[in-house]
């Protein structure tokens, strides 16, 4: 079991003071596999990555990444290991030779070496022509190449990707996945947080982290069809007074609004959740369609996260 | 190992070369200090306005004038008939030396137990009367035929000269100064500014050690501040007549060991001050104290006691001590052993407590 998993965790707990960052984490990540960590800021996603790589010790439980037991071993896993900071973190004074160059003696290889897989990334990713260029002056979607690229030099086989795409545009975030799927494919190992909902539907498998907590966890189609939650959608031309005459009922845990439509997820225990609704909007005459729909991963994430936007007022 | 070192190296050179302002501090700070400081300490004044009282008249009390005004110190102003005319001139401000010439200086000149000379000095200025001193105990060539020692000519006599002591001391000492300043940001800013940029959170899960992260950040500095102490020592001969009495090698010796103490100072720093400018504001914190009690500007022994004791805390107190010791008094390092070995000591101190704490702050 252990020989096809990347990463094992086992009641990994980090505490700052007072405050419990990541809280009794049980993780298990398997090799040449996109693992995505979705949360929102504060959840304990850059804490749980910090504690993987070795940047932090745990407070509490265990954790091994690619059979080294952390922190321990980080030594060790060093040169098996990328790792992409969520703040952009090479140098802007440096070009993007300079800046690949630095990072792959660091990393001990040897010249000719070192000059071939450079040539290597810099194709892959585009830089060619952005060599001799200072890093300062490049884009947040260059940046992000040059930063992968830079991750992926001395060949990891694992990579740590702490919100990649949050300073990128669309296109190169696409691009950037694209790249992602590409490594996946060569076998390297993948984890990445994030808080955008398309790019957790994009990994193979997902974790919703909230308040340091695993809250879900598994194949982002399993866990919108698994739900805990009934998801009705209704489409209303007032959509105020439909809101409104949605409120107060407490098998409604979340409203969320898209155009003319809203979201409505209940307890699971409701009977018939197509039926409730519909009742209290007629209760109010308001004209609405009322639809039982399949949940989307917001939707997912809302339930699992604890209905934190409802319930409704 | 050596090549992580080496890239690291590299890679502040090149930093250092794009950041255009830091680079010209590298080489503007020591020449504007040493300008600064070289000129404003110099009380090599000239051109004093001073006037003659020749009572004697003869060609030896001329030649002596003539000799007086070739130094350059006094400027002549037309001669005074009488003493109490030359005090009236000076009280008044017109003048600020007065020379008087006996009508028996020959006499006197040739053997008697007085002065042969008076110099009669505006007293209001302290300065000017050190630089009449000076000036009296200027070695007059004795080419109109004098038979004694010009020294004993004076009645100020002095075989003191504060006028170049003063210069030739304030330069040496500079070395030092810049170093401290120079030294200390640099290597503070360097680093923490890595911290800042979240640089360091990516180096920490690279093979690098921090040992080696420490090597490679501080090198270059060793040249730079061996290239800073070479600027000044040379501006310093070439514009302020400063001479080299010891080893070139022995200086380059103490400046070493005081620049590898100024880092590893900037290194504790670095692992204390969150941002760059807390950085600036400790490396300034312990600039003050170095400048004022280190015996660059204030002799040491006029300090009292425990200021002592508190400035054998700051490396540059020592390297004042050993930069005079070698390049004024020619001594040898061995004969300032004592202050090698307390340069030393803060040296290992420092590096040991900068050492676990950089180390720590990387966690």
């Given at each position: ?279 209290r909007l007629q209760a109010a005459s308001v004209e609405a369609r009322v639809e039982t729909v399949g949940a989307s991963l917001e939707d997912v994430f ?12 | ?363």
């Amino acid at each position: 079991m252990t020989e096809d998993m990347a990463i094992v965790a086992r009641g990994l707990t980090r505490r700052f003071g007072k405050l419990v960052a990541v809280d009794g984490v049980d993780l298990a990540i398997p090799r040449a596999r996109i693992f995505g960590f979705l949360g929102p800021n504060g959840s304990g996603k850059s804490t749980t990555i910090r504690m993987l790589c070795g940047l932090l010790e745990p407070s509490a439980g265990t954790v091994d990444v690619l059979g080294f037991r952390m922190p321990h071993d980080a030594e060790k896993l060093r040169s098996k290991l990328g790792y992409m900071t969520q703040r952009f973190s090479l140098w802007d004074d440096l070009t993007v030779l300079e800046n690949l160059e630095f990072m792959g003696q660091v990393f001990g290889l040897p010249g000719r070496e070192r000059r071939r897989r450079i040539g290597e990334r810099a194709e892959e990713y585009a830089l060619g022509p952005l060599l001799d260029q200072r890093v300062g002056t490049m884009s947040g979607g260059q940046r992000q190449r040059l930063a992968l690229a830079a991750a992926t030099l001395h060949e990891p086989e694992l990579l740590l990707l702490d919100e990649p795409t949050s300073a990128v545009d669309p296109q190169s975030r696409r691009d950037f996945w694209e790249s992602l799927f590409g490594l996946v494919n060569r076998g390297i190992t993948i984890l990445v947080s994030t808080h955008y909902m398309d790019e957790a539907e994009r990994c193979h498998r997902l974790a919703i982290l909230a308040e340091g907590r695993l809250v879900a966890e598994g194949v982002p189609q399993d866990l919108m069809r698994d739900i805990p939650a009934a998801v009705i959608e209704v489409e209303a031309r007032d959509t105020v007074a439909a809101r409104r005459a949605l409120a107060g009922d407490e098998a409604i845990r979340s409203v969320a609004q898209l155009g003319l439509r809203l979201h409505v997820l209940l307890d699971p225990g409701v009977a018939s959740p197509e039926e409730r609704v519909r009742q209290r909007l007629q209760a109010a005459s308001v004209e609405a369609r009322v639809e039982t729909v399949g949940a989307s991963l917001e939707d997912v994430f809302v339930a699992a996260t604890g209905f934190r936007n409802g319930p409704v007022h | 190992m050596l090549q992580r070192i080496f890239a690291v190296m590299i890679k502040e050179v090149r930093q250092l070369a794009r950041d255009r302002v830091t680079f010209g501090m590298i080489i503007g700070i020591p020449l504007m200090e040493i300008l600064l400081f070289g000129y404003a300490i110099n009380f090599d004044v000239r051109g004093l306005r001073a006037a003659v009282v020749d009572e004697a008249g003869t060609s030896l009390s001329r030649a002596l004038v003539g000799d007086l005004q070739a130094t350059g110190v006094i400027v002549l102003e037309p001669p005074s008939t009488s003493v109490a005319d030359l005090r009236r001139r000076i009280n008044s401000g017109k003048l600020s030396v007065g020379i008087v010439i006996p009508a028996d200086f020959e006499r006197r000149s040739l053997g008697s137990d007085r002065p042969a000379v008076q110099l009669i000095v505006d007293g209001s200025e302290p300065m000017i009367d050190g630089i009449a001193r000076s000036l009296a105990s200027t070695p007059l060539p004795s080419r109109a035929g004098l038979q004694r020692p010009p020294g004993r000519f004076f009645e100020v006599y002095t075989e003191f000269n504060p006028e170049r002591r003063t210069a030739v001391q304030v330069v040496p000492a500079l070395i030092g100064v810049i170093l401290n300043m120079t030294m200390v940001i640099f290597t503070a800013a360097a680093i923490v500014r890595e911290r800042e940029r979240g640089n360091l959170e990516l180096l920490i899960t690279t093979p690098i050690r921090s040992g080696e992260l420490m090597a490679g950040k501080l090198l270059p500095y060793v040249f730079i501040g061996l290239l800073q102490a070479t600027l000044v020592l040379v501006v310093g001969m070439w514009i302020f007549d400063v001479p080299l009495n010891g080893s070139l090698a022995q200086f380059y010796l103490a400046a070493a060991l005081f620049i590898a103490s100024t880092l590893t100072l900037g290194l504790l720093i670095s692992t204390i001050a969150a941002t760059q400018l807390q950085a600036f504001q400790m490396a300034f914190m312990t600039m003050l104290p170095s400048i004022l009690m280190s015996g660059f500007v204030f002799p040491f022994d006029g300090m009292p006691k425990p200021a002592q004791w508190f400035a054998q805390l700051l490396p540059l107190t020592h390297f004042v001590d050993m930069v005079r010791g070698v390049v004024l008094r020619g001594a040898p390092l061995v004969d300032l052993k004592v202050q090698v070995a307390k340069l030393l000591v803060f040296f290992v101190v420092t590096l040991l407590i900068a050492t676990r704490r950089f180390h720590k702050s990387l966690d």
